[in-house]
């Protein structure tokens, strides 16, 4: 007999509050990671890496659901996609075409530019206060617009509160932020970030464009 | 020179009612010449043919914004695979920089680079450029001396020759398109 492949496990639901989705996926402090033999890595970081905390997979069914509730929330049809690299390259790309996706398939379609902002906010694991343009950091396309700015990670909030600030001097209609792991250690960072792939406790993470001085963006 | 897959000049290209196509770019659009999952296939094939000519030494992939983005996205994705799942994996960084083109008064071209890294970190590096499209060349011939300079080992160009959609676009339209409606070189 054959089966169809099934793609995602479901389990019979328990009473969910809706505030709660806005957490997103909520990773516990304990939360060990996968063991690294389960998965496929990059050989020259065999020693480097601790386990597979996110895996890949699950990044992208998480960032499919975030792109319909962008589809849901954005009124207009058109939007600028604010991307943060270097870390937010892969997410900004994947969240990007599955609301692509969505469009094809759907009678509403959101139509998305890309746009890039160079941020350096972290020295090797500390993340720094200041907000440090790199490369142009005339945003006036922004004027006028909706606007999702896309990050990688948001761990105290201060980069991205001044970023925010940035972004609204060039008068924008709208803003709203999407981060794809948000940090547990303020309140500040989970209140700026509108969609939220994954809420993590304090660890350093890197992989998924997300790097240690320039190391491991490489990783899925 | 690697092989490249060459569309002919009087090719016709598929209906777009055999595709999914944005409602909003139907009366814009022709015929489908490339379609998206094509792409993805020979992307798959130029990853190998990188990690077979570049893999022996720390590659930085150099993304040109804007056009490049969503192929180098697609194309890293596959060298990563690749790296994966051999023996051997070749470290991988990356890099993204916007070019501006200008004429100086002996009118040969001079490209500046605008962000990206210290040009520096590319010394001794096998250095990928992934570009969105090679028109003339001047600019990347422009582009390719200027990082010369920085002493490389190597340096390759991916040139993603699609006129419009699939990241590029006609006057910022028509970039969120997967399939491309133009002709195609390749790496």
Redesign the interface.
């Known amino acids: 007999v054959n089966k169809p492949a099934v793609q995602t496990v479901f389990i019979m639901s328990a009473q969910v509050k809706d505030g709660d989705m806005k957490r997103g996926i909520v990773i516990k402090d304990d939360w060990p990671g996968y063991s690294l033999d389960l998965f496929t890595y990059p050989e020259h970081y065999h020693h480097d890496i601790e386990n597979v905390y996110i895996p890949h997979g699950i990044i992208m069914d998480r960032i499919e659901r975030l792109a319909r509730y962008v589809m849901d929330d954005f009124e207009d049809s058109k939007i600028v996609v604010l991307c943060v690299l270097k870390g937010g390259y892969k997410f900004c790309s994947d969240l990007v075409e599955f609301i692509k996706i969505l469009g094809r398939s759907s009678n509403r379609y959101l139509e998305t530019r890309v746009e890039f902002i160079r941020l350096k906010s972290y020295l090797n694991d500390q993340s720094t206060e200041d907000l440090h343009i790199i490369g142009s950091s005339d945003l006036s396309f922004l004027r006028g617009k909706s606007v999702l700015v896309v990050e990688a990670i948001v761990d105290t909030g201060k980069t991205m509160m001044a970023l925010l600030k940035h972004v609204e001097t060039f008068g924008p209609k709208m803003v709203k932020v999407a981060g794809l792991l948000v940090k547990r250690v303020s309140n500040m960072a989970g209140s700026l970030t509108d969609y939220v792939g994954f809420e993590i406790p304090n660890r350093f993470v890197v992989g998924y464009a997300l790097d240690y001085n320039e190391y491991f963006r490489d990783l899925n | 020179m690697a092989s490249y897959l060459q569309i002919p000049d009087d090719e016709k290209g598929h209906d777009l009612d055999l595709f999914?196509?944005?409602?909003?770019y139907e009366n814009d659009l022709d015929k489908v010449i490339i379609p998206h999952g094509f792409i993805m296939d020979r992307t798959e094939r130029l990853a190998r043919d990188i990690i077979q000519d570049m893999g022996g030494h720390h590659i930085v992939a150099l993304?040109v914004?804007?056009g490049g983005?969503?192929f180098f996205?697609d194309l890293?994705?596959y060298?990563?695979v690749l790296?994966?799942?051999?023996?051997?994996?070749?470290?991988?960084?990356?890099?993204?920089i916007?070019i501006k083109s200008y004429c100086n008064d002996k009118s040969t071209n001079s490209v500046k680079v605008?962000?990206?890294?210290e040009l520096s970190n590319l010394s001794g590096k096998n250095v990928l450029i992934v570009e969105d499209i090679v028109e003339t060349g001047r600019t990347m011939q422009a582009l390719l001396s200027l990082l010369s300079k920085c002493n490389p080992k190597m340096i390759k160009v991916v040139p993603d020759a699609f006129l419009v959609g699939y990241?590029l676009d006609h006057n910022?339209y028509f970039?969120?398109l997967?399939v491309s409606v133009g002709k195609s070189h390749s790496y």
Do not use: M
Not at chain 2, 83 to 96: E, G, I, M
Not at chain 2, 114 to 117: E, L, N, Q, S
């Open positions: 999914c196509v944005p409602r909003h993304c914004l804007k983005y969503k996205a890293l994705d060298i990563k790296n994966h799942n051999s023996d051997k994996s070749v470290p991988l960084t990356v890099d993204f916007r605008i962000g990206g890294d990241a910022e970039r969120d997967s």
